[in-house]
């Protein structure tokens, strides 16, 4: 189009591929930020820099971090003996946010998968399990979505572990805070039911 | 919060205040662009870059542009003796899109309004009287929103221009093109009957 300068249909192009936006998005994000006159583009560009060039993944765990081990594994703060497995570093910031968990977290990259060629070798299992098996580890808790493949994962990981002896532990299936019963499906009614507690 | 890395966190926060995107969507985007390794991230921020430093205004029409004037200004192919006004280089580049307009643009960079301290000065209104007064154009076609600020600026650029004699036109009120009689408001059905034209 004769309209859209090359510079500007590139940044366009380049914004509309990402998640939840579109080529209209996308065009009214750039129009903004060209309002905005100079400085907000520059410190965005810059922001985006500074992420390429200084995020990588901890050795240990598999979070992002800017040098060799991350924040939480250095961290003395955390306790040593229990480690929470998640799917993705997005599940790992979400357990964050609750700030409950005070251990260290192991990040699967995935969950295993026929369909996408996912093995136990492209999840870091074979760390999770050289991890515990070093000792001082005493539970295990497998922070997996409860879909049929995060389920599928945790009971590929559980029969790994089983060997060292460590508390193999996954998170209490219910009713969510603020859910109506009327508006659950049978099999979390159910899982309720069945993980019912004293009142 | 420990677990997001401080490049991390700037970058979330400074896509979360980009129109159409909130803290949420700004961490999905973040992490998809994270997970694409490296490269991504630098196209994305070398595209930025490039429009902060090569997006400037045309000096005639206020289209964006890399050099003194945009390519439909200097383009020997758009007719010079018709000019479309628009509110914002976004409807300039919806007008394109449509590609029907053979003629050149003037951007107003806005619509007059007291209430956001929007006044002939701040809305290129003067150089537009200017353009046209300097002769060769047969007609200017206010092509603004049907809201009142955008008819307020219609009309009062309209007298403006009524010195020098130019044929001033509106764009066309009427259904839209894919329209619902039933679900178009009263204004709209009015100003499509008082349009209608012979079969």
Chains 1, 2 share one sequence.
Request: hydrophobic share 40%; proline share 3%; net charge negative.
């Amino acid at each position: 189009m004769l309209a859209e300068q090359s510079e500007i249909k590139k940044l366009i192009d380049l914004l509309a591929r990402l998640p939840g936006l579109g080529p209209v998005s996308s065009r009214r994000i750039v129009l903004h930020l060209i309002r905005s006159k100079g400085s907000r583009l520059t410190e965005l560009a810059s922001a985006i820099q500074g992420v390429a060039e200084g995020v990588r993944e901890c050795v240990d765990c598999g979070n992002f971090c800017s040098d060799l081990k991350c924040r939480i594994c250095t961290s003395p703060e955390r306790l040593d003996d229990q480690i929470c497995v998640v799917q993705d570093v997005a599940d790992l910031w979400a357990m964050e946010r609750s700030a409950v968990f005070k251990g260290k977290y192991h990040v699967l990259g995935g969950v295993l998968s026929m369909l996408h060629g996912l093995g136990p070798e492209e999840l870091r299992i074979p760390i999770l399990v050289e991890r515990v098996g070093v000792g001082g580890v005493q539970e295990v808790i497998l922070a997996l979505s409860a879909t049929v493949d995060g389920q599928t994962t945790a009971h590929y990981i559980a029969d790994q572990l089983s060997a060292t002896g460590t508390r193999v532990t996954t998170l209490g299936r219910g009713v969510p805070i603020g859910g109506e019963l009327d508006f659950l499906d049978d099999g979390t009614i159910a899982a309720a039911l069945s993980g019912r507690r004293d009142y």
